[in-house]
């Protein structure tokens, strides 16, 4: 299964964007989903995730201004960013949780100040 990332750009904090994680094949329905970043030099870690029935779960520093859904018919994971900030800066993944698919080359996200 191949996950491509995309909707990464620059922006003004306060922004938004709107990144999306499509799959060669439909994955979504037996695995939770997640969002990444990572910022060169740390490790990689877990923004966001949605289960099959749709449960989502937040990293504390994104609750309240990102959120994750997906279209299973599209087989496409989105995640909606507001209120974007500059330590938002990174490269977003996608990948199930816990990982278990290829990593692909992700989408950079940069937030200017």
């Known amino acids: 299964v191949q996950l491509q990332a995309s909707g990464g750009g620059l922006v003004q904090a306060g922004g938004s964007l709107r990144l999306s994680c499509a799959a060669s094949?439909?994955?979504?329905?037996?695995?939770?989903m997640g969002w990444y970043r990572q910022v060169t030099g740390r490790q990689r870690e877990l923004v966001a995730s949605?289960?099959?029935?749709?449960?989502?779960n937040y990293a504390d520093f994104v609750k309240g201004r990102f959120v994750i859904f997906r279209d299973i018919a599209k087989n496409t994971v989105y995640l909606q960013m507001n209120s974007l900030k500059p330590e938002d800066t990174a490269v977003y993944f996608c990948?199930?949780?816990?990982?278990?698919?290829?990593w692909g080359q992700g989408t950079q996200v940069t937030v200017s100040s």
């Open positions: 094949r439909n994955i979504f329905s037996n695995n939770i």
């Open positions: 990948n199930t949780y816990p990982s278990i698919m290829d």
């Open positions: 949605i289960t099959r029935s749709r449960v989502t």
